[in-house]
């Protein structure tokens, strides 16, 4: 059991012959009960003190901790971002090479179409060509000749060659 400053103050000693000065032992009991009670206050504020200390020290280990955890937190997120960022970015990247790819594929096939129609229009320009220049000859050669006979029949052969190069012309405006 602890012995208090109360203790000490009652404290009786017994009387014996040639004892001890009882003045002085109670001013030495005086003494130590003072002291005795200035110890037992500086005990009691250090172990406030410690007490509040260690209410602290929690406090800030559960601050270091909460804050580990928001660092790892925004850590991953970071991480998340950029591999977001990444996918999102090859996913563009890919669909520009697609679209890229589509736009030369279709011109292609315009220049392929638009060289097949010139092809087309050059021989129908020499078979119009060849057929005027004959159609001129023909229209000569009926100049030349005296009889209206064959001028009837040439012109009916014009007739009918002109007949087939106009329909030809249509079928080809066609394309």
Known sequence: MALTPLDIHNKEFSRRLRGYDEDE???FL???IKDYESVIRENK???HRMTSME???NHFMNLEETLSKT???AQEAADEVRGNA???AQLTVKEAEKNAD???NESLVKSRKVAVEMEELKKQASIYRTRFRTLIEAQLELLAQDGWDALDRQSRELDR???QAQSERRSSELY
């Open 25 to 27: 032992v109670n001013e």
């Open 30 to 32: 005086d003494q130590v």
């Open 45 to 47: 504020d250090l172990l």
């Open 55 to 57: 209410e602290r020290l």
């Open 71 to 73: 660092i790892i937190v």
């Open 86 to 88: 990444k996918k999102e």
């Open 102 to 104: 589509r736009i030369i």
């Open 161 to 163: 060659e002109m007949e």
